[in-house]
């Protein structure tokens, strides 16, 4: 084992006592490119480590006996510098960087089942420096600059903010690990999602398909596309669910007994904390569960009804181009337009919000134009009614003949 270095100046209370309060620390190299960090304060002096990055850790035991924990003895600060940077002989106390941050992140995706493409994205748009950065030492500046390069390089906002949201949960998940990261906050704000301001365009109309496009579409994809990509649109479009969700489908979440009325079990999103899996009836039209229960029996109980694919959105949009249709769209263009098509129906938001697995904030919020068109004569029954339509005001009628007055009987 290393001998440890000693310090004259700074190995015990009444030495360090006799040092002049400044800001700047006092440091003693323990070992190549690492030094002990002595800060003399007014109060009880601190101890911090700096290795190409400075981070403090304990109070000294100036006024009061070390513990070994919140209150370290020079030695002991020592040896735990050297563990801070080095960490155990199993590597495990070491802090984490921002690179094995997001590796660690892409693990967790992979055992979980999700997508490693959101760790890849990060990864891609990572600068050298921001990689071998410790975690415990990110601030809200440095993030916030990094997120907006993406846009200064020519990323689209919406990217931008995706790519921003799957770093976030890389480091929310390296905090969850190691309790002495505790900066959380600095990637809660300088990564919350950007929202574009200012614009005078009207908002896009074209993210809503007309049903005889999207059947035009679904045709397009079985010929040109193949079957198994047709059958993916095709059931995109027929449910409106997101192409997550689809993916997670089985045999057996299909529920065709009664011909007339199939039902397919789609499983509910992963997003919100903590939330259990969770499966949703969801009405489909016979032709579709026919499909469905064909494609079942030729893959049979043992496979998903589909297999994970990464280009969905490319070869979506060569159906577009053969179509003529925007090719700006995105397979989420059919979930837009299943909403909207309910909600001009007249079907009750709370309902549309349940078969497609959000919330009814979220539909009033991004379909609230759609939702004033289709509710437009149903508040007309509601409506004060007009001057025309309003009954006349009753008027007073003469007294007839035979009814006296009371000032006629009084005289009598």
């Given at each position: 084992m290393a001998r440890a270095r000693n310090s004259e100046t700074l190995k015990n209370r009444t030495s360090r006592l006799k040092l002049a309060v400044k800001r700047k620390p006092y440091k003693l190299l323990v070992a190549p490119g690492i030094f002990l960090c002595y800060r003399r304060c007014i109060g009880p002096g601190t101890w911090s480590v700096e290795a190409g990055w400075m981070k403090r850790f304990a109070l000294a035991d100036d006024h009061e006996d070390a513990n070994n924990r919140s209150v370290m003895s020079f030695w002991q600060a020592q040896a735990h510098a050297l563990k801070m940077v080095r960490g155990n002989d199993d590597d495990g106390d070491k802090p984490v960087t921002v690179a094995e941050a997001v590796d660690a992140y892409q693990t967790d995706l992979e055992v979980r089942g999700g997508s490693k493409h959101?760790?890849?994205?990060?990864?891609?748009?990572?600068?050298?420096?921001?990689?071998?950065?410790?975690?415990?030492?990110?601030?809200?500046?440095?993030?916030?600059?990094?997120?907006?390069?993406?846009?200064?390089?020519g990323l689209k906002l919406s990217s931008a903010n995706r790519i921003g949201k799957s770093f976030k949960a890389a480091l929310a998940l390296a905090a969850k690990r190691d309790k002495r990261i505790t900066n959380s906050a600095a990637w809660k704000v300088a990564l919350k999602p950007l929202k574009?301001?200012?614009?005078?365009?009207p908002p896009r109309e074209n993210y809503y398909l007309?049903?005889?496009?999207?059947?035009?579409?679904?045709?397009?994809?079985?010929?040109?596309?193949?079957?198994?990509?047709?059958?993916?649109?095709?059931?995109?479009?027929?449910?409106?669910?997101?192409?997550?969700?689809?993916?997670?489908?089985?045999?057996?979440?299909?529920?065709?007994?009664?011909?007339?009325?199939?039902?397919?079990?789609?499983?509910?999103?992963?997003?919100?904390?903590?939330?259990?899996?969770?499966?949703?009836?969801?009405?489909?039209?016979?032709?579709?569960?026919?499909?469905?229960?064909?494609?079942?029996?030729a893959r049979?109980?043992?496979?998903?009804?589909?297999?994970?694919?990464?280009?969905?959105?490319?070869?979506?949009?060569?159906?577009?181009?053969?179509?003529?249709?925007?090719?700006?769209?995105?397979?989420?263009?059919?979930?837009?337009?299943?909403?909207?098509?309910?909600?001009?129906?007249?079907t009750p938001t709370r309902l549309v919000a349940f078969h497609h697995d959000t919330s009814v904030a979220e539909i009033e919020k991004t379909y609230a134009r759609f939702l004033n068109n289709a509710t437009d004569d149903l508040t007309r029954k509601g409506l004060l009614a007009d001057d025309d339509a309003a009954p006349k005001p009753r008027t007073r009628k003469r007294a007839s003949g035979n009814v006296v007055s009371f000032r006629t009987l009084a005289s009598v």
């Open positions: 959101n760790a890849i994205s990060v990864r891609n748009h990572l600068t050298p420096a921001l990689s071998s950065k410790l975690v415990m030492l990110l601030t809200e500046t440095e993030l916030a600059g990094w997120r907006n390069g993406l846009v200064a390089k574009p301001k200012g614009s005078k365009n007309p049903d005889a496009s999207i059947l035009g579409i679904v045709r397009e994809c079985y010929a040109a596309e193949g079957v198994d990509f047709g059958a993916l649109i095709d059931v995109l479009a027929g449910t409106g669910t997101r192409e997550s969700q689809a993916l997670r489908l089985w045999p057996d979440d299909l529920r065709d007994g009664d011909s007339k009325a199939p039902l397919l079990m789609l499983w509910c999103s992963n997003k919100g904390r903590d939330r259990d899996p969770e499966q949703r009836a969801t009405s489909i039209t016979p032709k579709l569960a026919r499909m469905l229960r064909a494609r079942a029996d049979g109980p043992k496979r998903p009804l589909f297999d994970r694919r990464w280009d969905t959105s490319a070869r979506f949009r060569t159906v577009l181009a053969r179509l003529d249709l925007d090719q700006t769209l995105t397979p989420y263009v059919l979930r837009h337009s299943s909403i909207i098509r309910q909600i001009r129906s007249n």
